[in-house]
C-alpha cells in the first residue's frame, strides 16, 4: 500500500489506547489490537479461499478466508475490508454482513509469531473478477462450504487458526452458510 499501516492497539476491555505500525506489531509478543476477517462469495454462493503469500510474516503459505486486514485511525472496520477487499484480491464488494462480530483470539505460528486479536468478523458479496496481488495472495479457490468444512476436519492444519475458529463457531458457520444460500 502507498501508506504505511498500523494497527490500533486494544486494552482488555476492546478500547482503542494506541497504535503501532504493524509490522512492528506483530512479534513474540504481540499486543492486543484491532483486526477483521472478511469471507468473500461469488453470485453462486462460493466461497473465495485465498492462501496467503510466503512472503507473509505470519502463517506464509497458508489457506485462509478471502480477505483479512487492520482498520486505521479514523476508519470502520467496513471501510477497512472494502479497502483491503481491493487491494488484496481486486474485488469490489457489496451486502457487508456481520457474522461473529466478538470473535477475539490469540494464536502462535511456528515461528513464534502471535496474533493477538479482536475480529470481527464479516461476509461480502464479489461482485467482479478477482485480480491477485501477488505480495498478499499467492493463489485462491472458490467452493462451497460443505466442501470447506470436509478439507477443515481432514487437514486443519492446511488453514490459518483464526478461519478454522471462525467457521467452526456454530453461529458463526451458520450465518455463513445463509448468507451463501442468499446470494
Keep these: 500500500m502507498s501508506r504505511q499501516e498500523h494497527v490500533i492497539l486494544l486494552d482488555e476491555q476492546g478500547a482503542a489506547i494506541g497504535t503501532q505500525e504493524k509490522y512492528a506489531a506483530h512479534n513474540t509478543a504481540t499486543p492486543l489490537h484491532l483486526a477483521f476477517s472478511c469471507w468473500l462469495f461469488n453470485a453462486k454462493?462460493?466461497?473465495l479461499l485465498t492462501r496467503r503469500a510466503l512472503g507473509k510474516k505470519a502463517?506464509?503459505?497458508v489457506w485462509t478466508s478471502s480477505v483479512c486486514g487492520h482498520p486505521q485511525l479514523n476508519e470502520t472496520s467496513e471501510e477497512a475490508l472494502i479497502r483491503r477487499c481491493q487491494y488484496e484480491v481486486g474485488a469490489?464488494?457489496?451486502n457487508i454482513t456481520p457474522v461473529y462480530p466478538a470473535f477475539r483470539y490469540r494464536?502462535?505460528?511456528s515461528s513464534g509469531i502471535v496474533e493477538n486479536e479482536v475480529c470481527p468478523?464479516?461476509?461480502a458479496q464479489v461482485t467482479n473478477e478477482i485480480m491477485l496481488n501477488r505480495d498478499e495472495v499467492m493463489e485462491y479457490r472458490w467452493l462451497n462450504l460443505k466442501d470447506l468444512r470436509q478439507a477443515i476436519?481432514?487437514?486443519p492444519f492446511l488453514f490459518s487458526p483464526?478461519?478454522?475458529?471462525q467457521f467452526t463457531h456454530p453461529p458463526?458457520?451458520?450465518?455463513l452458510f445463509q448468507f451463501a444460500h442468499a446470494v
Design 59 to 61: 502463517w506464509p503459505g
Design 45 to 47: 454462493g462460493e466461497l
Design 162 to 165: 483464526w478461519m478454522e475458529l
Design 107 to 109: 494464536e502462535i505460528d
Design 92 to 94: 469490489e464488494v457489496k
Design 121 to 123: 468478523v464479516f461476509a
Design 153 to 155: 476436519e481432514a487437514a
Design 172 to 175: 458463526a458457520r451458520d450465518a
